[in-house]
């Protein structure tokens, strides 16, 4: 059974900096693909980063290209959304999400989310 579990979320001040982790376990394939979504009350979940399964390309959000960066450390399956100059409107729960075993993938396995509040 694939687990995934967030981390890192905080307030924070406008201009700030957060690293969020995730920490997937349990997952049958060496390497899959991992995205970033974020959720605000009374809204759906919005895309924020994607990173392939061969960990060499990464998507963004426009809103956040340029500031946030996905990435994983291969030695314990740990995932990483490095958020540079926050600003008030990314205040969100953060998700982590891993691809599944379909073909194509999709994102089959999500955590239960980490805080972020930006205050300016």
């Known amino acids: 059974q694939v687990h995934v579990v967030e981390s890192g979320g905080r307030s924070v001040q406008t201009g700030g900096s957060l690293r969020l982790s995730c920490v997937v376990s349990?997952?049958?394939?060496?390497?899959?693909?991992v995205g970033w979504f974020r959720q605000v009350p009374g809204s759906g979940r919005t895309f924020v980063a994607h990173?392939?399964?061969?960990?060499?390309?990464?998507y963004y959000a426009d809103s956040v290209k340029g500031r946030f960066t996905i990435s994983k450390d291969n030695a314990d399956n740990t995932f990483y959304l490095q958020m540079n100059n926050l600003k008030p409107e990314d205040t969100a729960r953060y998700y982590c999400?891993?691809?599944?075993?379909?073909?194509?993938?999709?994102?089959?396995?999500w955590g239960q989310g980490t805080q972020v509040t930006v205050s300016s």
């Open positions: 999400t891993a691809e599944g075993d379909t073909h194509p993938p999709k994102f089959d396995y």
């Open positions: 349990g997952h049958t394939r060496t390497n899959y693909g």
């Open positions: 990173l392939i399964s061969t960990g060499d390309t990464a």
